[in-house]
């Protein structure tokens, strides 16, 4: 089966601990995200990836990290300058940069990190 | 700049129609998309529209689209139980291959 997986589904952490949270696909995509969802304030970007061993920030990159290495894999990295990691973290991936496709983002179940 | 906004909340009783409504402010979207988030979940593609229709109809949902006020609605007929979910608009701009997200509409239907 493809598709895009996420781990763990609950994460604790405390206060000034780095923290990483796992995603992989095996849908063969290009592209690849990280967005934060917090209650009435829908989605925001975290980091996408269009391509292996690049990536871009995106609309709250600051105090998380990640890296892609590996086409398959995007792991982000909460670190402790992040002021309010509680949240739930969603990745999701897509074809990438082709015009005219519709490139649908295909989203993991989501880990949800909590600060102690 | 880009911006997409949804009314937080909508409560229909089972058997009637939801239309969920968003506005986006970047007159370049190429593609509009609603997806759907149930509980604890990641989300699902619903349905899309090119930015050249204004109207796409597939089963129970009906997307409308009104480039002229930017304004894009999903609207779901015989809305049942299983409907109740949180809906998101996005808006993708160009070849740009991320797109940006609304706040969310939680839907919520009664018996």
């Known amino acids: 089966d493809g598709g895009i997986t996420q781990s763990p589904k609950y994460l604790f952490r405390k206060e000034g601990q780095n923290v990483t949270l796992s995603c992989e696909q095996n849908?063969?995509?290009?592209?690849m995200y990280w967005y934060r969802q917090d209650p009435g304030q829908g989605l925001r970007l975290i980091y996408y990836?269009?391509?292996?061993?690049?990536?871009q920030k995106g609309d709250i990159a600051e105090g998380y990290s990640v890296s892609r290495e590996k086409k398959e894999s995007f792991p982000l990295t909460v670190t402790s300058a992040q002021k309010n990691p509680t949240a739930f973290y969603l990745c999701?991936?897509?074809?990438?940069?082709?015009?005219?496709?519709?490139?649908?983002?295909?989203f993991g179940p989501g880990t949800r990190l909590t600060v102690l | 700049g880009e911006d997409v906004e949804q009314s937080l909340f909508l409560s229909v009783r089972e058997g009637d129609s939801s239309v969920i409504n968003c506005t986006y402010t970047d007159s370049s979207s190429t593609y509009l998309y609603w997806y759907k988030q149930e509980p604890g979940a990641g989300l699902q593609l619903l349905t899309y529209?090119?930015?050249?229709?204004d109207m796409k109809q597939d089963q129970r949902l009906t997307v409308l689209l009104n480039k002229k006020d930017k304004h894009l609605s999903l609207r779901i007929a015989d809305t049942q139980t299983g409907d109740s979910a949180i809906y998101f608009c996005?808006?993708?701009?160009?070849?740009?291959?991320?797109?940006?997200f609304g706040t969310g509409t939680r839907l919520q239907v009664t018996l």
């Open positions: 996005a808006e993708r701009t160009g070849t740009a291959s991320k797109l940006t």
């Open positions: 529209i090119f930015s050249n229709m």
């Open positions: 999701a991936s897509s074809i990438g940069l082709l015009a005219g496709v519709v490139n649908e983002q295909f």
């Open positions: 990836s269009q391509i292996v061993n690049d990536f």
């Open positions: 849908l063969n995509h290009d592209a």
